[in-house]
């Protein structure tokens, strides 16, 4: 599969974040609301303008250089785990959800994510994007064994998209 396909990972693009224990950067910003999608509503929360946050900034610039056929995010919900999707990411919403057994959750029933990264990149640019919710404090090991047929089937079925 790695000879068909090109995989880019960003493995902690909230490191302070990480480290304070909390959603926010350093800064106090959610980055996923820091994208300059349609939706972006300038807040202390969501930053004073869409990439005023260098990890924000760095993740745009990484998807416009490479213009992914797919982005998949890790993230944790409180009690429950799902995958959800943006833009044209049914699909692939579609075969992780059957791989994997994790409910498949429409983000329109979410709540709001003014300027999220899914709405930037998968319904303004029209990239496919999925979101893996796992329960919070879920042992990442625990987290990529009951994901990962589901994640490499998806590889799969992006290997085959032209653009």
């Known amino acids: 599969l790695l000879q068909r396909i090109r995989v880019i990972q960003v493995r902690d693009l909230n490191p302070d974040g990480r480290a304070l224990k909390r959603r926010g950067n350093a800064n106090g910003v959610d980055l996923n609301r820091n994208f300059p999608a349609r939706t972006f509503t300038a807040s202390s929360r969501y930053g004073a303008e869409p990439l005023d946050q260098p990890e924000s900034k760095l993740l745009y610039q990484l ?23 943006d833009g044209p990411g049914r699909r692939f919403a579609e075969i992780f959800s059957r791989a994997s057994g994790f409910p498949l959750v429409e983000s329109d029933t979410l709540h709001p994510t003014p300027g999220s990264l899914g709405t930037w990149a998968g319904m303004d640019r029209q990239i496919p994007i999925l ?7 879920t042992d990442p090991e625990q987290a990529w064994n009951s994901a990962r047929t589901a994640i490499l089937s998806v590889f799969e079925a992006a290997a085959h998209i032209e653009r």
């Open 131 to 137: 979101t893996l919710e796992w329960r919070n404090g």
């Open 63 to 85: 998807i416009l250089d490479e213009v992914p056929h797919l982005i998949l995010v890790a993230h944790s919900a409180r009690g429950r785990k799902f995958i959800n999707w």
